[in-house]
DNA sequence: ACGATTATTGCGTTCTT
DNA sequence: AAGAAAACAATAATCGT
């Protein structure tokens, strides 16, 4: 029934940071759909495109015909180089000389930039990947390749996986655009056996010096209240309680994903419509016992 | 589901060399 | 100053209720 004025929205391209048309709030970009952060109107809802599904298994496909593309296989097995024995110690001279030199940089220069193009074509894959598969905008994803192709100009590579670093620079993306994104979300698509996101993502973060500023529970709110399908009311409560605990303090140095949650716990018990703690905690990326640490602590602050 | 207890992880500090 | 190590806090895991 609201398809209509939805559809209306969502070919303006209403997107994160915009103005929310009915409160004038601020509009976050979450997994699969639209919200204003303030009053929680879905802006759009199952709109966001399916591409996430082709484009995916096109790189998938990509990668196979291509052959595996790690780091570390790049530097070990596939390089190698016109050694200088062949002409320097039988004494090839002249012509033949000058060509091998020639064929020598040629490869040499091949080999390098080839090298330099996998990459970035792997990297930039994977951000893209990535970006769709998290639903995120085409600016957000945008701006995570070009995080990604500073982090490979500034030799950031050598030594990290290219999937680390791709989910980093979409974890660093959504970081700047104050989207409410956990690492554990992100890594989640990433293709690496072991993460390595939180150390690539530091690096990113201190070599690019970049312009993020620490998430707040609040933030973790409209997302949190939408995956749980809690009320209008309960949501606008765990909000609030957010901002106090926030402001007194109590939640420095917790992760705001879950504390957001325990703070929509809280808002459910009191509103006599109880918000399970284990479903939070999923929704959360975080443990029951977390959830429940943190809920003692809202609490304690209302006290 | 809850509360409590234990294990693990990560991080900033401090002590060394 | 760079690195190792003991120390702390947060989170996870596990228990009995």
Redesign the pocket.
């Known amino acids: 029934m609201h398809d209509q004025v939805y559809e209306t929205w969502f070919d303006e391209d209403v997107q994160a940071n915009d103005q929310c048309p009915e409160c004038s709030g601020h509009v976050v970009t979450n997994v699969r759909e639209t919200v204003c952060e303030d009053c929680g109107l879905v802006l759009s809802d199952g709109v966001v495109d399916r591409g996430p599904e082709w484009r995916s298994f096109e790189d998938e496909s990509r990668r196979r015909t291509g052959g595996p593309v790690t780091a570390a296989r790049h530097d070990k097995g596939l390089s190698t180089e016109i050694g200088y024995l062949a002409d320097g110690g039988h004494g090839v001279a002249g012509d033949k000389r000058r060509r091998l030199g020639r064929l020598r940089a040629q490869h040499r220069r091949a080999t390098f930039e080839s090298k330099q193009d996998r990459n970035l074509a792997h990297g930039l894959g994977e951000v893209r990947r990535i970006a769709s598969a998290l639903g995120l905008s085409t600016s957000v994803r945008d701006q995570a390749c070009r995080l990604f192709r500073s982090a490979q100009s500034e030799g950031l590579l050598p030594g990290r996986s290219i999937e680390a670093m791709a989910s980093a620079a979409v974890y660093g993306a959504c970081r700047c655009n104050g989207l409410a994104r956990t690492m ?1 979300e992100v890594d989640r698509y990433s293709r690496g056996e072991f993460s390595g996101l ?1 150390n690539a993502y ?1 690096v990113l973060n201190r070599e690019l010096g970049l312009p993020t500023k620490p998430m707040t529970p609040q933030e973790y709110i409209p997302r949190l209240a939408s995956a749980l399908e809690v009320s209008d009311s309960v949501r606008r409560r765990g909000r609030g309680l957010a901002v106090r605990a926030e402001r007194s303090g109590v939640a ?4 705001p994903a ?2 957001a949650g325990a703070c929509l ?1 809280v808002a459910g ?1 009191e509103a006599g419509d ?1 918000v ?4 939070v ?1 999923e929704a959360a ?12 602590r809202v609490r304690g602050l209302l006290a």
Request: charged share 30%; net charge neutral; with cysteine.
């Open positions: 554990d939180a530091g420095t140095g917790k992760h879950g504390f716990v018990d109880p399970v703690v284990s479903r905690a990326d975080a443990c029951t016992s977390t959830i429940r640490a943190h809920r003692e």
